[in-house]
């Protein structure tokens, strides 16, 4: 007998091929659903779709008998419920014997799969056998209900949204334009520089004590551009990408004409970056100076 409660959710936790992966990731407790279940019988939980490059989900189990659980391809579990139709699917995360236990699986795409339960036992035909000839043809066999409870957790990790944090048109001049960004929240933060320039400058990203030495010439620029990767030079029109390393502290952005020039130029600069916008408290810490 096939139990077709189908339900769908977001209780998945996308961190497949995330830069942000090494912050602490909580399970709150979402939805709960108990079902009694007959022997041999096959339940459909809920239907997880994950974003583009999979994700992990989190679900406690208990169960008076053992099940076993299992995530199924939600359009191949739909396909065979129809009438008449094969029973055929398959199955990741296979786990037997079950009766309480945490249950997680990495959905390995952003292809939407479904959680099964099978209730193990088997029914006794000869015990029915027996029955039906005392009691009729009409005569059925009752089993104790195993009882499953099934608890799903949502997944609770920082979120990131691109932000603006600087976008002027200035006035070029020989001597350094400096500009002190921001202090990342996290390793791997990203930021995108986009310049546009009458003529060719040098930009880089530098921490800020770094590019204060070089505006107060106690450090050299060739010195200073040796101490980052992030760093472009005869800059008119570009965009490029940057990371951030927290160790490094606060960021300057400094830019600099690469030639002599005369006359009033003006130069555009625009900066966005990924900031934490909720849950940010699970950040992993910096580390200690």
Known sequence: MRNLSIFATLLFCALAANSYAQNQIVWTAANSETIPLEPASLHAGRVYSP??????MHVQIDSRYPVTVAMAWAD??????????????????????????????????????IITFRDERRPEKPVLTAIGAILGPGARQ????????????????????WRRILNEKYQITPAPK???????????????????????????????????QVYDK??????????TACKERGVQSMSFNCTFNVAHGTQTLLILPDIDFSGHKKATVEVNTVKCVEHCELLSPPPNP
């Open 51 to 56: 974003a583009v490059g999979g994700g992990d």
């Open 76 to 113: 191949e579990w739909n396909a065979a419920m129809r009438p008449g139709a094969p029973g055929n699917f398959s199955f990741l995360c296979v786990k037997e014997h079950v009766t309480s236990t945490i249950y997680e699986c990495h959905l390995p795409s952003d292809r939407p799969m």
């Open 142 to 161: 009752f089993f104790s209900p195993n009882d499953l409870h099934i608890q799903y957790y949502r997944c609770v990790q920082p979120e990131f949204h």
């Open 178 to 212: 400096v500009y002190s960004l921001m202090t990342p929240d996290h390793d791997g933060q990203e930021l995108s520089v986009k310049i546009k320039s009458p003529i060719p400058l040098t930009v880089a990203l530098l921490p800020s004590h770094l590019a204060d």
């Open 218 to 227: 106690t450090v050299t620029l060739t010195d200073a551009l040796d101490q």
